[in-house]
């Protein structure tokens, strides 16, 4: 990461006073800093897809406007493009953002496998797949590092569900943390090279995860060999002694978190003494602070681990360009070229689930109904830790605004209220079928809410930090008006916006076009605009399995969630190994949408395969042609059976990907790598990795459930 004999000079000038200083909070999002050796703080910014507006002692009852910027998609949406030099582009923005405005760790990206459907934060995650969260996770880390900005991956480990995140106890099978939820954390420190990485809030086998010797001391830093820093979320640290020798090297949070989480202010040490009464403010309470120093002082053996995370510390700020007079890249600031990128992302992200001939829509219409509060509902201000102040955001119903000019009448009626509990209003409805019989296409635009209500924590809210949602139902009475406005108009196109999936088994039927847009950022109303109407052909591929209704989600069929049974505070995951798609295609349950799926405008021929196997490895050879008359992209997915095999495999597991750009009638010919790794499964009696030999198939398609091609290699 950097010149280690630059480091320890400079570790060998800190006092053991200082050495403390560096290792904690000093403000809402910064820490450290030591002015006698020219050492800066270091600033943190939350927001995985925008810088957020300042926090901390630089916040502002009123945002200021010139704080406003670039508010990208969420990370479902980056994660749906299957794209991962768009996730390079996507980091880039941000790194650049930050530069400007003298930020040095970006917190993102969200990595955590989409393991429960109703997990309040999957906005801000990539995948149920560990091997698309490592493909994407590593291109947008590179793009926010190539701007001398660190991203902070998070969060490690186990994190899947919001409800009792501060107290829950995790357990899993050692096989299931290997295959499913590391790899993903594995790819972004080995392949990204993210210079930070955060804690998670819950416990792990019984030990909170900030602070957790087996994944911090003995897989991140030994097995995986991780040099840079790791830091607490705000206010997952419990124990000052276990927060020195299992890994933290800094904790972050502030008074309000602290307060909310009831956790202990006078932070003890493992004598259970409490840190001096004397102590100035807040964060010398902290566990890292004061009473960390105590304990050093009574035990300077303890002082080497002090040291390892002041060294890691100054890694990072070296590898940042914020030592030894290096200047900060300029940045920049919601420029024309950052918002191309939202476009860019949303308009490849956005996921075509359905299309029974309705789009694109003609730009001949002379009269479109847009229906549904979601269409002119901003998203950008919600999520909790997510929110952002943008500079602009294009709704749904502006961006068709903006697609049809004065070329057609569009007009809007509500639908539906927003607000929790509400159940669907006959005025409301009655309003909207009048709007949907009275034009040519009707535009339904629905689904969740990125809402928040900071005064009560999270209520109110359904995809947002802190909460999980209820169900996967439409809320505020949405159904009952889909299925009326469907009546009244067949040539009605549904769009969802969300941050997973939802139930549509009611009405799905009846609807002859569904769209899923996710968050798209401050461009989304465009991009949106721009599928629906052609200008653009969708390429979105679902990074997760759309289930038909919430008890076939194997988190509930066969897991404990929300905790185990009798115990509010303990789960353990049952379900194992068996996640998304690995669990609907091995146990031969259907989804409502597949892992993988995502139409076009066009059609795509897959043809020509050749297998050609190495002694561990093999690489994979196709012909895709693009058969149709609209240009457009596919996504090749590679997925390997193993055929006989001494423990239970999936029935397939996704090991590549390509997505590839074709004119009509072009054909390209796809290479995908497959090494050892795309074989190998996890061996818990050998405690390491087996690749057993024997024949495999390999499986090329466009989802998990639609195989064009069937090939094998025998290593």
């Given at each position: 990461m950097t010149n280690e004999a630059a480091v320890d000079a400079l570790l060998k000038q800190l006092t053991l006073e200082e050495k403390i200083k560096m290792v904690h909070a000093n403000s809402s999002f910064a820490a450290g800093g030591i002015a006698r050796l020219n050492i800066p703080e270091l600033m943190t910014s939350d927001g995985p897809h925008g810088v957020r507006p300042e926090q901390g002692r630089d916040w502002k009852a009123v945002p200021d406007p010139n704080n406003a910027g670039t508010y990208m998609p969420t990370n479902n949406t980056l994660a749906a493009t299957w794209n991962p030099e768009l996730g390079y582009a996507y980091g880039a923005v941000l790194g650049q953002e930050a530069n400007f405005r003298g930020k040095d760790i970006i917190l993102g990206p969200g990595i955590n496998i989409i393991r429960a459907p109703l997990n309040g934060?999957?906005?801000?995650?990539?995948?149920?797949?560990?091997?698309?969260?490592?493909?994407?996770?590593?291109?947008?880390?590179?793009?926010?590092?190539?701007?001398?900005?660190?991203?902070?991956?998070k969060h490690y480990a186990a994190n899947n569900q919001e409800w009792q995140r501060n107290k829950i106890d995790v357990n899993m099978s050692e096989r299931a943390l290997r295959e499913i939820y590391l790899p993903g954390f594995q790819a972004a420190v080995q392949q990204g090279?993210?210079?930070?990485?955060?804690?998670?809030?819950?416990?792990?086998?019984?030990?909170?995860a900030t602070e957790n010797a087996y994944l911090m001391n003995d897989i991140l830093k030994g097995e995986w060999g991780f040099k840079?820093?790791?830091?607490?979320?705000?206010?997952?640290?419990?124990?000052?002694?276990?927060?020195?020798?299992?890994?933290?090297?800094?904790?972050?949070?502030?008074?309000?978190?602290?307060?909310?989480?009831?956790?202990?202010?006078?932070?003890?040490?493992?004598?259970?003494?409490?840190?001096?009464?004397?102590?100035?403010?807040?964060?010398?309470?902290?566990?890292?602070?004061?009473?960390?120093?105590?304990?050093?002082?009574?035990?300077?053996?303890?002082?080497?681990?002090?040291?390892?995370?002041?060294?890691?510390?100054?890694?990072?700020m070296y590898a940042t360009n914020m030592l030894d007079g290096k200047k900060r890249q300029p940045g920049a600031h919601n420029t024309s070229a950052h918002q191309?990128?939202?476009?860019?992302?949303?308009?490849?992200?956005?996921?075509?689930?359905k299309n029974n001939g309705l789009l694109p829509l003609k730009k001949t219409v002379k009269t479109v109904a847009v229906i549904g509060a979601n269409a002119?509902?901003?998203?950008?201000?919600?999520?909790g830790s997510a929110q952002l102040q943008a500079k602009y955001e294009i709704t749904p119903l502006q961006g068709i605004k903006n697609e049809l000019g004065d070329k057609a009448t569009v007009t809007y009626a509500e639908g539906y209220k927003v607000a929790r509990g509400q159940k669907a209003d006959p005025a409301l409805i009655a309003e909207a079928v009048a709007a949907a019989k009275a034009a040519d296409a009707v535009v339904y635009v629905g689904g969740y809410i990125h809402g928040y209500d900071y005064a009560n924590w999270g209520q109110n809210a359904y995809d947002a930090e802190g909460i999980d949602k209820p169900d996967l139902k439409m809320p505020f009475g949405q159904d009952e008006l889909v299925q009326a406005v469907l009546a009244a108009n067949p040539n009605t196109v549904v769009v969802l916006l969300g941050g997973g999936p939802i139930e549509v088994a009611p009405w799905v039927g009846q609807a002859n076009a569904l769209v899923e847009a996710w968050y798209p950022g401050m461009e989304g109303g465009n991009a949106l605009a721009h599928i629906l109407f052609g200008d653009v052909n969708p390429s979105g591929k679902l990074p997760f399995t759309f289930p038909v209704k919430l008890e076939d989600a194997p988190a509930h069929k066969l897991g404990e969630y929300p905790s185990a049974p009798g115990d509010p505070l303990k789960q353990t995951y049952k379900d194992d190994i068996w996640v998304g798609y690995r669990y609907y295609d091995t146990y031969n349950v259907a989804p409502q949408f597949a892992f993988g799926h995502g139409l076009s405008y066009t059609t795509?021929?897959?043809?020509?395969?050749?297998?050609?196997?190495?002694?561990?490895?093999?690489?994979?050879?196709?012909?895709?042609?693009?058969?149709?008359?609209?240009?457009?992209?596919?996504?090749?997915?590679?997925?390997?059976?193993d055929e006989q095999a001494s423990v239970k495999r999936p029935e397939k597991e996704l090991k590549g990907f390509k997505k590839v750009f074709l004119q009509p009638g072009q054909a390209q010919t796809v290479t995908v790598p497959l090494n050892a790794e795309a074989f190998q499964f996890y061996n818990e009696a050998k405690k390491q990795w087996v690749l057993e030999p024997g024949k495999f198939d390999v499986l090329v398609g466009s989802s998990s459930r639609d195989i064009r091609l069937k090939g094998s290699a025998t290593l």
């Open positions: 934060r999957n906005f801000e995650y990539l995948s149920e797949d560990p091997y698309l969260v490592g493909q994407m996770a590593a291109g947008y880390i590179r793009g926010v590092q190539a701007q001398g900005v660190s991203a902070c991956v090279g993210a210079h930070a990485l955060m804690g998670s809030y819950n416990k792990f086998r019984g030990q909170f840079g820093l790791v830091m607490s979320d705000w206010g997952s640290n419990h124990n000052t002694m276990d927060a020195l020798r299992n890994g933290t090297d800094l904790e972050m949070g502030t008074d309000l978190v602290l307060k909310r989480n009831s956790v202990d202010q006078s932070a003890t040490a493992s004598t259970g003494a409490a840190a001096p009464a004397a102590t100035k403010n807040i964060y010398d309470r902290f566990y890292l602070a004061d009473a960390a120093l105590e304990a050093i002082k009574q035990d300077p053996k303890l002082e080497p681990l002090l040291d390892d995370k002041v060294r890691r510390i100054l890694r990072v191309a990128t939202a476009l860019k992302v949303a308009e490849e992200g956005i996921v075509l689930l002119t509902r901003e998203n950008a201000g919600g999520g795509f021929k897959y043809s020509n395969l050749t297998v050609t196997p190495g002694p561990k490895s093999a690489t994979v050879k196709l012909t895709v042609t693009n058969t149709g008359k609209t240009a457009g992209a596919e996504v090749v997915q590679v997925y390997v059976h």
